[in-house]
């Protein structure tokens, strides 16, 4: 049977005798006999009619093409005119030289880490999402990294990306910030058996990122449990009496016993103190009489101070007097003076001399 065949530019046509490739045919007019042909435009990917190893033995046909074999654990970013088209996994993938400029980068996603060689602006592409892992962390953090259960290193702020593979990766993250720790309820007896309940608090931030979240379980549980004991060493110490005395003595003593503890989780304390220290109900109320009874004596202390005063003012002012009639005249006349300010009107009703009355009351004798 004879057939005609026309191959534009930019046209391939593969002919076959049965289910046998034969030969390519490039841009022209044919006459097949007893064959037929299949046609491709020469762009983009090409997926051959029957099993690629059967075409590729034709070195004309393998010239037209970009032959890509991507291995296990690699792929391969595929580019068409310097543009993102797609991403290739294990597998042979043929393109067809033409017109449009294909270019491949290929990478082992055997690695840990995503290389700086792979633009970051792909990173964030749909087609590459499920070959990459990407991990943030925060300004406040430092993480440390392990890899199959094995710490890797430390990683500080800032976004990185792994490969998806067979490695486990596990991040333990660590906030840097100062922290805060609050210690309250604290039921601690006193050296004479005084039952108190202290409320306290504590600053602190971690300083060593193996020790606090590698080394150590439950970080601020166990730093919780060394103030506590500290604190009760502190006030096991002392009588009511005297810690009522050395109280501003507390956080000095705890800020310096703690740093230790502090040190061994990976931690700096930075600031300790006390908020309240609550009595019972009957010491409460027994403070509260000796309080009272303390306020009465110093109020009668003043009182009597000042009785003492006044009458050592008074008895000055009788010796003046003594000493001098003049002033005991004046004093006279100025208790007179304080007298009538405070009378207001005088009602006269004896019928007698009420002008020498007058002068012999205030008269001089």
Known sequence: MLQYLKVNEYQIALVFKGEVYKNILETGNYWLWNKHAITFTKKGKFIPPIEMQYLLVDEKLKAQLHVIEVADQEIVIVFEDGRFKEVLTAGNHLYWKSFVNYSFQRYSIKELEVGTSVDRGLLNKPELSEYIRMVEVNNYEQCVLMVNGVVERIIPAGTYYFWKNEQRIQLARADMRIQQLELNGQEILSSDKAGLRINAWAQYKIVDVLKAVIDTKETERQFHIAL???????????????????????AAFVMEKAQTAANSLGLE????????????????????????????????IITRREETASTRNLLNTAKL?????????????????????????ISL???GNVVGQLQQLFGAK
Do not use: H
């Open 228 to 250: 506590q004991l500290v604190l009760r060493e502190y006030v096991a110490g002392f009588s009511f009496d005297q810690l009522l005395e050395k109280k501003e003595s507390i």
């Open 321 to 345: 007097m003594e000493e001098n009639p003049m002033l005991w005249k004046l004093k006279e006349m100025e208790y007179m003076e304080r007298i009538t300010d405070k009378v207001q009107s």
């Open 269 to 300: 304390l930075l600031g300790f103190g006390i908020r309240d220290i609550i009595l019972p109900g009957d010491i409460k109320e027994i403070m509260n009489q000796v309080l009272v009874a303390e306020k009465k004596a110093q109020a009668n």
């Open 349 to 351: 009703n004896s019928g």
